[in-house]
Protein backbone atom coordinates (compact mmCIF):
# COMPACT_ATOMS: atom_id res chain seq x y z
CA UNK A 1 0.00 0.00 0.00
CA UNK A 2 1.16 3.26 -1.20
CA UNK A 3 0.58 6.45 1.10
CA UNK A 4 0.39 10.12 -0.19
CA UNK A 5 0.28 12.94 2.05
CA UNK A 6 -2.10 16.02 1.15
CA UNK A 7 -1.65 20.02 1.99
CA UNK A 8 -2.94 19.56 5.01
CA UNK A 9 -0.76 16.41 6.06
CA UNK A 10 -3.47 14.52 8.80
CA UNK A 11 -5.71 14.04 5.13
CA UNK A 12 -3.94 10.82 3.21
CA UNK A 13 -4.48 9.12 -0.17
CA UNK A 14 -3.91 5.22 0.10
CA UNK A 15 -3.48 3.48 -3.36
CA UNK A 16 -3.55 -0.22 -2.71
CA UNK A 17 -1.70 -2.60 -4.71
CA UNK A 18 -4.11 -4.17 -7.90
CA UNK A 19 -3.10 -7.36 -9.08
CA UNK A 20 -4.63 -7.81 -12.43
CA UNK A 21 -4.75 -10.01 -15.41
CA UNK A 22 -7.09 -11.11 -18.35
CA UNK A 23 -9.54 -12.32 -15.99
CA UNK A 24 -9.54 -8.78 -13.73
CA UNK A 25 -8.15 -7.97 -10.65
CA UNK A 26 -7.46 -8.67 -6.90
CA UNK A 27 -6.45 -6.26 -4.50
CA UNK A 28 -6.29 -6.50 -0.55
CA UNK A 29 -8.14 -3.49 -0.20
CA UNK A 30 -7.62 -3.49 3.99
CA UNK A 31 -5.09 -5.33 5.78
CA UNK A 32 -4.83 -4.78 9.56
CA UNK A 33 -0.84 -5.77 9.55
CA UNK A 34 -0.57 -3.37 6.62
CA UNK A 35 -2.03 -1.10 8.09
CA UNK A 36 -0.11 -0.96 11.63
CA UNK A 37 3.03 -1.07 9.03
CA UNK A 38 1.92 1.96 6.98
CA UNK A 39 1.99 3.85 11.08
CA UNK A 40 -1.99 3.94 10.98
CA UNK A 41 -3.32 2.94 14.44
CA UNK A 42 -7.02 3.22 14.11
CA UNK A 43 -9.53 0.39 14.52
CA UNK A 44 -12.51 0.43 12.55
CA UNK A 45 -15.68 -0.91 13.83
CA UNK A 46 -18.57 -0.55 11.31
CA UNK A 47 -18.03 -0.19 7.33
CA UNK A 48 -20.86 2.13 5.77
CA UNK A 49 -21.98 2.01 1.50
CA UNK A 50 -23.53 4.57 -0.18
CA UNK A 51 -25.23 4.19 -3.74
CA UNK A 52 -25.81 7.66 -5.58
CA UNK A 53 -27.77 7.31 -8.95
CA UNK A 54 -27.54 10.94 -10.09
CA UNK A 55 -23.97 12.73 -10.73
CA UNK A 56 -23.75 15.82 -9.27
CA UNK A 57 -25.49 14.55 -5.47
CA UNK A 58 -23.23 16.13 -2.37
CA UNK A 59 -23.17 14.11 0.61
CA UNK A 60 -21.89 16.04 3.81
CA UNK A 61 -19.96 18.07 4.95
CA UNK A 62 -20.65 15.55 7.94
CA UNK A 63 -18.62 15.09 11.21
CA UNK A 64 -19.42 13.17 14.49
CA UNK A 65 -18.07 14.93 17.98
CA UNK A 66 -16.74 13.41 20.74
CA UNK A 67 -16.52 10.89 22.52
CA UNK A 68 -18.30 9.31 19.41
CA UNK A 69 -15.68 11.00 16.95
CA UNK A 70 -15.05 8.98 13.69
CA UNK A 71 -11.78 8.29 11.31
CA UNK A 72 -13.22 7.58 8.03
CA UNK A 73 -11.30 5.11 5.32
CA UNK A 74 -13.44 5.97 2.17
CA UNK A 75 -13.13 3.78 -1.25
CA UNK A 76 -15.57 3.94 -4.56
CA UNK A 77 -16.22 0.68 -5.93
CA UNK A 78 -18.20 2.13 -8.83
CA UNK A 79 -18.33 5.98 -10.26
CA UNK A 80 -16.35 8.67 -8.92
CA UNK A 81 -16.32 11.63 -6.54
CA UNK A 82 -14.71 14.38 -5.26
CA UNK A 83 -13.78 14.10 -1.58
CA UNK A 84 -13.25 16.87 0.58
CA UNK A 85 -12.34 17.12 4.18
CA UNK A 86 -12.34 20.48 6.29
CA UNK A 87 -10.28 20.85 9.16
CA UNK A 88 -12.53 21.91 12.23
CA UNK A 89 -10.05 21.67 14.70
CA UNK A 90 -10.48 25.10 16.66
CA UNK A 91 -6.09 25.07 17.42
CA UNK A 92 -5.15 23.84 14.00
CA UNK A 93 -3.01 25.93 11.65
CA UNK A 94 -5.15 25.26 8.56
CA UNK A 95 -8.31 25.05 10.49
CA UNK A 96 -10.98 26.12 7.76
CA UNK A 97 -8.93 24.94 5.06
CA UNK A 98 -9.62 21.84 3.26
CA UNK A 99 -8.55 19.21 0.84
CA UNK A 100 -9.79 17.63 -2.42
CA UNK A 101 -9.06 14.28 -4.16
CA UNK A 102 -10.63 12.43 -7.01
CA UNK A 103 -11.35 8.39 -5.89
CA UNK A 104 -13.12 6.30 -7.86
CA UNK A 105 -13.04 2.95 -9.09
CA UNK A 106 -10.45 3.17 -12.03
CA UNK A 107 -7.97 5.12 -9.96
CA UNK A 108 -8.14 2.59 -6.99
CA UNK A 109 -7.30 5.43 -4.31
CA UNK A 110 -8.68 5.47 -0.83
CA UNK A 111 -8.88 8.82 1.44
CA UNK A 112 -8.02 8.90 5.19
CA UNK A 113 -10.08 11.40 7.05
CA UNK A 114 -9.49 11.61 10.54
CA UNK A 115 -11.59 13.03 13.68
CA UNK A 116 -11.30 16.83 13.82
CA UNK A 117 -12.67 17.08 10.28
CA UNK A 118 -16.11 17.74 7.94
CA UNK A 119 -16.13 14.77 5.64
CA UNK A 120 -18.17 15.40 1.93
CA UNK A 121 -18.34 14.62 -1.26
CA UNK A 122 -19.71 14.83 -4.76
CA UNK A 123 -20.88 12.36 -7.37
CA UNK A 124 -18.97 12.75 -10.66
CA UNK A 125 -20.78 9.63 -12.32
CA UNK A 126 -23.99 8.36 -12.47
CA UNK A 127 -24.48 5.09 -10.57
CA UNK A 128 -21.76 5.74 -7.75
CA UNK A 129 -21.26 3.64 -5.30
CA UNK A 130 -18.41 4.75 -1.96
CA UNK A 131 -17.87 2.44 0.89
CA UNK A 132 -16.22 3.94 3.86
CA UNK A 133 -14.72 2.15 7.22
CA UNK A 134 -15.49 4.30 10.46
CA UNK A 135 -13.60 3.88 13.95
CA UNK A 136 -17.23 4.75 15.86
CA UNK A 137 -21.00 3.84 15.25
CA UNK A 138 -23.16 6.19 14.22
CA UNK A 139 -24.28 8.15 17.40
CA UNK A 140 -27.61 10.60 16.31
CA UNK A 141 -26.80 13.38 19.42
CA UNK A 142 -23.36 13.35 18.85
CA UNK A 143 -23.96 13.78 14.73
CA UNK A 144 -22.69 17.22 12.47
CA UNK A 145 -22.35 18.86 9.85
CA UNK A 146 -21.25 22.30 7.70
CA UNK A 147 -23.01 23.87 4.57
CA UNK A 148 -21.40 22.18 1.91
CA UNK A 149 -21.52 25.65 -0.29
CA UNK A 150 -20.52 27.67 2.76
CA UNK A 151 -18.46 30.70 0.75
CA UNK A 152 -15.77 31.04 3.58
CA UNK A 153 -14.64 27.72 2.73
CA UNK A 154 -14.13 27.91 -0.77
CA UNK A 155 -14.66 24.51 -2.17
CA UNK A 156 -14.52 24.12 -5.08
CA UNK A 157 -17.10 21.14 -5.56
CA UNK A 158 -17.02 21.29 -9.56
CA UNK A 159 -20.92 21.65 -10.09
CA UNK A 160 -23.29 25.04 -10.13
CA UNK A 161 -25.33 25.07 -6.68
CA UNK A 162 -28.41 25.05 -9.17
CA UNK A 163 -27.89 21.07 -10.25
CA UNK A 164 -26.31 20.04 -6.76
CA UNK A 165 -28.74 17.06 -4.81
CA UNK A 166 -28.13 17.38 -1.27
CA UNK A 167 -30.11 15.86 1.42
CA UNK A 168 -33.30 18.48 3.84
CA UNK A 169 -30.49 17.90 6.12
CA UNK A 170 -27.77 19.08 4.69
CA UNK A 171 -29.24 22.12 3.34
CA UNK A 172 -29.69 23.37 6.43
CA UNK A 173 -26.59 23.12 8.22
CA UNK A 174 -24.83 25.84 9.50
CA UNK A 175 -21.87 27.70 8.32
CA UNK A 176 -18.51 27.27 9.55
CA UNK A 177 -19.14 30.88 11.75
CA UNK A 178 -22.07 29.73 13.03
CA UNK A 179 -21.42 26.10 13.97
CA UNK A 180 -21.88 25.89 17.86
CA UNK A 181 -20.11 22.50 18.16
CA UNK A 182 -16.85 21.70 16.59
CA UNK A 183 -13.32 20.32 17.52
Avoid at 46 to 54: F, I, L, R
Avoid at 151 to 177: F, H, N, T
Amino acid sequence: MHVEELAIRDVKLLMPRRFADARGFFSETFSERNWKEAGFAAQFVQDNHAYSVDRGVVRGLHFQLPPAQQDKLIRVTRGSILDVAVDIRRGSPTFGQHVTAVISAENWRQIWVPAGFAHGYVTLEEHTEVIYKVTNYYAPALDRGLRWNDPVLQIDWGIAEAVAILSDKDRKQPMLADAPDLF
